[in-house]
T-cell receptor, first 115, second 112 residues
Framework: DTAVSQTPKYLVTQMGNDKSIKCEQN?????MYWYKQDSKKFLKIMFS???????INETVPNRFSPKSPDKAHLNLHINSLELGDSAVYFC??????????????FGEGSRLTVL | KQEVTQIPAALSVPEGENLVLNCSFT??????LQWFRQDPGKGLTSLLL?????REQTSGRLNASLDKSSGRSTLYIAASQPGDSATYLC???????????FGAGTQVVVTP
């Protein structure tokens, strides 16, 4: 069973469109994250949710809107896509279990290409 | 703001050699530090997690040390294999909420 799963894995779309990426974790974790890896391979945090509440919101354009319907899911919706949004988006989860070490577990990533 | 530097940026070694990957960070007030591996076009695989109170962690051929006061961590990979070829990322965690700050990584190639 995949611990942190993201869909879709690949997404190609035109500038100006709206798209969503979904993430689900079956680890029973309380905290979920979105990270962005740009073309230079730098990984930066975008958002973090703990038990459906937003706890980290880095300097991200408000065209990006995360939504957490429950603690096992964290979706990312992007409005009015721009060329610079092309990147790989990673979902991750951690925490909330007895004896938790704080280790983060990542999904396989969703590669977004904006044309 | 936490800054993470990984040296070297790239490393190529023949199979069997030991690997030493260095990570330095500017803010020593960390909660823990995680080492990851990333294969091309793939996600991140967690290798080792060191809590801020620990000096080292070991898993098989991998050993990671942490010197929090000097802002350094080192990942040692013994007896390297071609399957160890990947990019290795170091990520200290600033607090219990889990904001990891990543370095740019060290790209490792192990030749048969």
């Amino acid at each position: 069973d995949t611990a942190v799963s993201q869909t879709p894995k690949y997404l190609v779309t035109q500038m100006g469109n709206d798209k969503s990426i979904k993430c689900e974790q079956n680890l029973g974790h309380d905290t979920m994250y979105w990270y962005k890896q740009d073309s230079k391979k730098f990984l930066k945090i975008m958002f973090s949710y703990n038990n459906k509440e937003l706890i980290i919101n880095e300097t991200v354009p408000n065209r990006f809107s995360p939504k957490s319907p429950d603690k096992a899911h964290l979706n990312l919706h992007i409005n009015s896509l721009e060329l610079g949004d092309s990147a790989v988006y990673f979902c991750a989860s951690s925490g909330g279990l007895a004896g938790d070490t704080g280790e983060l577990f990542f999904g396989e990533g969703s590669r977004l290409t904006v044309l | 703001k936490q800054e993470v530097t990984q040296i070297p940026a790239a490393l190529s070694v023949p199979e069997g050699e030991n690997l030493v990957l260095n990570c330095s960070f500017t803010d020593s007030a960390i909660y823990n530090l995680q080492w990851f591996r990333q294969d091309p076009g793939k996600g991140l695989t967690s290798l080792l997690l060191i809590q801020s109170s620990q000096r080292e962690q070991t898993s098989g051929r991998l050993n990671a040390s942490l010197d929090k006061s000097s802002g350094r961590s080192t990942l040692y990979i013994a007896a390297s294999q071609p399957g160890d070829s990947a990019t290795y990322l170091c990520a200290p965690k600033g607090d219990s909420w889990g904001k990891l700050q990543f370095g740019a990584g060290t790209q490792v190639v192990v030749t048969p």
